[in-house]
């Protein structure tokens, strides 16, 4: 996201919709956002009041969850983890309604397949949200679709009363405080020819369903996932950039493209998770530990290529060819 990117935005209401989560609505300070397409996302950039070595700037990318028509207004929903770098702390703890924020124009990797002939949709956590932008959409093309929705009450559980009342049976909630689980091969079992499989949270459910799908059959094709698990913190490491000669420290709770870009060095991106492959660089030196889901095993066993988002060095030190 470079600077002329970057769309200036005004926090103007906060909710906390379950006990680890908190709804953002944002407006333009001028004029009105773009309309976004379903299961878009944007990217938050964020700037902590530190100075010195203490300033530190965080870009996580949100789904967004409001009605895709609706260009007055973006909501996003942020869940605290357990692990933050400082992202969803930032956003919990230092935001507050009349907060100036910028964020990235949306950007969708996670678009339903309109031409399926039904939609299944699963949802774990904060994972509802591209769905919370699809059911408009879905409802208004009169699409055939049910939601299968997991959370936990006591930490995770937002807007599961309004979409059974809004859904109805569409709608099967699963709250695993009260131990109720979704019994995924059962909800794929029995679907018709052309109904294609959507999820979105933990990295768990992911691969359930993926897993079910393939004991079942079910053509790659019509799986469609994403996940926003964000970089994890890692040891630090020094990356040498080889047609400058600059170097550039990383930092533990940075990821390398944070820190190429905190240099001034833009690299495109999307995701920010490993996943949408924009921000691929390649390797003149160093060992990589490879933590996306784009390259090949094949790419990163050569070590020519990595994902700066998410992976990092597996030494202390690594160049890059740019």
């Avoid at 933990?202 to 996932?225: F, K, N, Q, Y």
């Avoid at 990821?255 to 690299?267: F, G, H, M, Q, Y």
Wanted: proline share 6%; aromatic share 6%; with cysteine.
């Amino acid at each position: 996201m470079s600077n002329i990117d970057q769309i200036p935005v005004r926090v103007t209401a906060i909710k906390q919709v379950a006990p680890l989560i908190k709804e953002f609505t944002l407006e333009p300070q001028d004029g009105l956002l773009t309309p976004f397409s379903p299961g878009a996302h944007i990217v938050v950039e964020m700037v902590s009041t530190g100075s010195g070595t203490d300033k530190h700037s965080y870009r996580n990318a949100y789904s967004l969850m409001s009605d895709p028509l609706d260009s007055r207004q973006y909501r996003i929903a942020v869940r605290l983890q357990d692990d933050s770098r400082g992202g969803s702390v930032y956003m919990h703890q230092q935001v507050e309604v009349g907060t100036q924020l910028k964020i990235s124009p949306p950007a969708n990797l996670f678009a339903p397949e309109w031409m399926a002939k039904k939609h299944v949709l699963f949802a774990g956590g904060v994972g509802i949200t591209p769905f919370l932008s699809y059911l408009p959409e879905l409802q208004q093309r009169q699409a055939e679709f049910e939601l299968h929705y997991m959370y936990r009450s006591k930490q995770t559980g937002a807007y599961s009363a309004e979409l059974q009342e809004n859904l109805g049976s569409g709608c099967s909630c699963y709250d695993a405080d009260l131990g109720n689980r979704c019994d995924i091969a059962a909800v794929m079992s029995g679907q018709p020819l052309g109904t294609h499989f959507y999820i979105c949270g933990p990295e768990a459910l992911i691969d359930a369903v993926r897993a079910t799908a393939d004991g079942m059959g079910v053509p790659a094709s019509a799986i469609h996932w994403e996940e926003f698990a964000g970089a994890k913190p890692g040891l630090p490491f020094v990356v040498e950039l080889s047609r400058s000669g600059a170097e550039l420290a990383v930092a533990a709770d940075s990821s390398l493209l944070e820190t190429l870009e905190s240099a001034d060095i833009n690299v495109p991106n999307l995701c920010r998770a490993g996943v949408c492959g924009q921000c691929v660089c390649d390797v003149a030196e160093g060992e990589v530990e490879h933590r996306d889901s784009y390259l090949s095993d094949r790419e990163k066993q050569s070590g020519q290529v990595m994902m700066p988002c998410v992976s990092r060095a597996a030494g202390d030190r690594l160049v890059l060819d740019i």
